[in-house]
């Protein structure tokens, strides 16, 4: 498996710092979410800081996936908010997605994650769904033309929650620029179907894997082996449908002990791998 750690667990690292460290632990790759410490999307000379993070990933040998699931990079006040759901404001969640696309292309990135969004209270189910297939439509145009991936993370809570969903909306936009992004925890979390299951009924899709440990009906990323993931079964479904993209660690509450725990993290999946 092509390991990977999230920038958004070593929140606390200047970004050059964090690359250092997760390569030096033996990672072969990150998951680099935009965010205000770790090449703002929204800060002046994007594509000079773009091109000097890129030189620290050729430096590190290191692959890379974009992530773009920052808390408060649009509102200093409402976590996630707003999304391509919202009355007020999508345009803000575009330009995020598109800017993310272009720091992809740029870094050569083997995708860009991202999620739907939860519904909001003043939107329609029907409005909310029709609003996500104008704008991942609108994405794929744009994603394709710069030769990138999207890879759409079902996440519990938000309007896309779960396999089905993303498999629904994928026909719908009808391009196979927008693949799909798997957190594993999440699979445990809310799937009616076993995550080695899920792997392969996702296989023509996957573009992306993030990893963790999780329990049943619980959204809390949890370090691994403390909760229900079955991680020689997920390694093993991986295997099977001849994933090569990077698994990448997703603990972003863990930003604390994040050079311990990347670290206990690389050693309990190469153990879970083989």
Request: a negative charge.
């Amino acid at each position: 498996m092509r390991l990977g750690y999230g920038t958004n667990g070593f929140a606390n690292h200047r970004l050059a710092d964090a690359l250092a460290v997760i390569a030096d632990l033996g990672y072969v790759g990150v998951a680099l979410t935009l965010d205000h410490n770790h090449l703002d999307p929204f800060g002046p000379d994007l594509s000079q800081r773009t091109a000097e993070v890129g030189r620290l990933l050729a430096q590190h040998d290191l692959a890379v996936v974009v992530e773009t699931g920052a808390r408060y990079v649009l509102d200093p006040l409402r976590k996630h908010e707003p999304t391509l759901l919202h009355n007020h404001g999508a345009e803000w969640r575009m330009s995020l997605l598109e800017r993310a696309i272009e720091v992809a292309a740029d870094l050569g990135a083997e995708a860009v994650s991202f999620w739907s969004g939860t519904l909001p209270a003043d939107v329609f189910a029907d409005l909310g769904w029709q609003r996500l297939v104008s704008g991942c439509r609108q994405l794929v145009g744009y994603a394709a033309d710069r030769g990138v991936r999207l890879g759409l993370e079902p996440e519990p809570g938000m309007l896309v929650d779960d396999l089905a969903g993303y498999l629904k909306l994928q026909a719908e936009v009808g391009s196979e620029t927008l693949g799909l992004t798997l957190d594993i925890g999440h699979l445990v979390c809310n799937e009616p179907q076993p995550p080695a299951a899920c792997i392969t009924a996702a296989a023509a899709h996957l573009v992306n894997v993030q990893i963790d440990d999780m329990r049943r009906g619980v959204h809390e990323h949890l370090e691994f082996g403390t909760g229900e993931v079955d991680f020689p079964s997920v390694f093993s479904a991986l295997r099977e449908i001849q994933y090569a993209g990077l698994v990448a660690v997703e603990l972003p509450r863990h930003s604390h002990a994040a050079p311990t725990i990347a670290r206990d993290s690389l050693a309990f999946l190469r153990r879970a791998a083989t």
